[in-house]
């Protein structure tokens, strides 16, 4: 017999993903060009020239062996190290090889957090609006996802909605800030904040309450944005990180997870890491991409569009009367739809052939995304065909 739970699952599909390939069927009939495809985050800026040499010389001059044999369990020594040090020199921490396990990417690194810490049966909290996929990362677990009520007046963390759903069975709080899909960065004061609620629960509960935070656009920020390490302010934490969008490396599938030192056991966390690989066969990632990545870790693709590309959709939108929180980060923004229905707003906007994300699974209703991550060009040809939208739709 198959297994119904995954059976089950093919009813609920990636929203984003069937408008992204429903954007590709339509360029297919009329040319892409004529498509304002703003459904998928997949970077539009090209991994730097730096990272594509640096992967040729491995190819041509190191030993066979090591770029193409197995890596260790945890990651390659020698990267995982360099990793380490990075950190350590951007944000003062402390991290040593130990504390870090390379995995597949951030979905990779937080399936491994997330076992890390809980067990069947266990909570953990995120909040709204929040990556749909955290459902199905967190539910097959074992775990179960809880989602706390968004603060849509700036998408920070909606402190009395979490002290109403804060319960004894929590056993970790998950962040991802930079935020997909609002673009919000939680400033120094949030994380403060909630790094001193989650010590007074350990306190009441009597046991430790980890702090996951998914990162993934922690390098795309923008001017004027506060974006604090989470990390250095909460000992029990685990940072999850990918280099898909920093360095533009979406297919390569390369991340980590940083356990922090100052954590509850944190010297066999990363080890435990290798363990829960053994469980669900998302281990050893690519030697090649390990040994390139360690050569580019503190530098990053041209990520200058995004922020460029936010401001011209940001002044678009706010001059035809929607509601938008300014991102602070990340290549996506969040509106609100000129009605209740996101779904009908967004099949509204389909036959203007501009792709949008309606919200309902992000956990906040009324909202649509726009995943801005296309060139420039193409953002200012889609402006006069969003204001045709509008003011055909809505008589704006």
Known sequence: ??????????????????????????????????????????????????YTD????????????????????????????????????????????????????????????????????????????????????????????????????????????????????????????????????????????????????QREYGHDIFLISDEPYREIVFEGADSPYVSGFYD??????????SLSLPGERIGYVAVNPRCKDGDILAVMCGQISRGIGHNCPPSSVQLAVARMLDQTSDLSVYETNMNLLYESLKNLGFTVVKPGGTFYLFPKALEEDAGAFCMKAKKYDLILVPSDNFGVPGYFRMAYCIDTEKVKRSLPVLERFVKEEYGR
Do not use: W
């Not at 009329?30 to 985050?41: A, E, K, Q, R």
């Not at 934490?237 to 969008?245: D, F, G, L, N, V």
């Open 1 to 50: 017999m198959i297994n119904e739970t995954y059976k089950a699952m093919l009813q609920g599909k990636s929203i984003i993903r069937e408008l992204s390939e429903y954007a590709a069927a339509r360029g297919r009939e009329i040319g892409y060009d004529h498509v304002f495809d703003y459904s998928l985050g997949n970077p539009s800026v090209p991994c730097p020239q730096a």
């Open 54 to 201: 640096g992967m040729i010389e491995l190819l041509r001059e190191e030993d066979p062996m090591a770029v193409h044999g197995y890596s260790p369990s945890l990651g390659i020594e020698s990267v995982r190290e360099a990793v380490a040090d990075s950190l350590n020199r951007r944000f003062a921490m402390d991290y040593e090889a130990k504390h870090i396990f390379m995995a597949s990417g951030a979905a990779g690194a937080l399936a491994h957090a997330f076992r890390c810490v809980t067990g069947p049966g266990d909570e953990i909290l995120t909040f709204a609006p929040y990556f749909p996929e955290y459902g199905p990362y967190v539910n097959l677990s074992g775990a179960r996802l809880r989602v706390v009520p968004a603060d849509t007046g700036q998408f920070q963390i909606n402190f009395p909605a979490l002290e109403e759903v804060m319960n004894e069975k929590v056993m970790a709080v998950l962040v991802n800030t930079p935020n997909n899909p609002s673009g919000a960065v939680y400033s120094t004061d949030t994380i403060r904040k909630l790094a001193d609620f989650l010590r007074a629960k």
């Open 236 to 245: 029990n934490s685990i940072s999850c990180y990918s280099y898909s969008k």
